[in-house]
């Protein structure tokens, strides 16, 4: 059993940044495919970022390339996604969630087998 602990969300205005992390227990989750999904008011939970067991392979929504980027702790089971250039409509909770094939960066939900809690972040106008 692998458990997610979500850090580092909070108000921030528009053009601010954010730093979010996530801490995974369980000795196996170094090996793991870790990402970070989203859920507006009212809207799906959407794919933002994922990033494969070793940290070679990364993935990101087009909403977001050139202005976040996830990367994994030196023992690779912490997680950070750093948020630069925030928008309002990047208002959500923030999840981080993850997958035992840590292989390759999945993107769609039903790909992960763990998920935290949850983190939010507002980004004023």
């Known amino acids: 059993q692998v458990q997610l602990v979500e850090s580092g969300g909070g108000l921030v205005q528009a053009g601010g940044s954010l730093r979010l992390s996530c801490a995974a227990s369980g000795s196996t989750s170094s090996t793991y495919t870790m990402g970070w999904f989203r859920q507006a008011p009212g809207k799906e939970r959407d794919f933002v970022a994922g990033?494969?067991?070793?940290?070679?392979?990364?993935y990101y929504a087009d909403s977001v390339k050139g202005r976040f980027a996830i990367s994994r702790g030196f023992a690779k089971n912490t997680v950070y996604l750093q948020m630069n250039s925030l928008k309002p409509e990047d208002t959500a909770i923030y999840y981080c969630?993850?997958?035992?094939?840590?292989?390759?960066?999945?993107?769609?939900?039903?790909?992960?087998?763990?998920w935290g809690q949850g983190t939010q972040v507002t980004v004023s106008s």
């Open positions: 969630a993850a997958a035992r094939n840590g292989l390759v960066v999945g993107r769609r939900r039903g790909e992960y087998d763990y």
């Open positions: 990033i494969n067991w070793s940290g070679g392979s990364t």
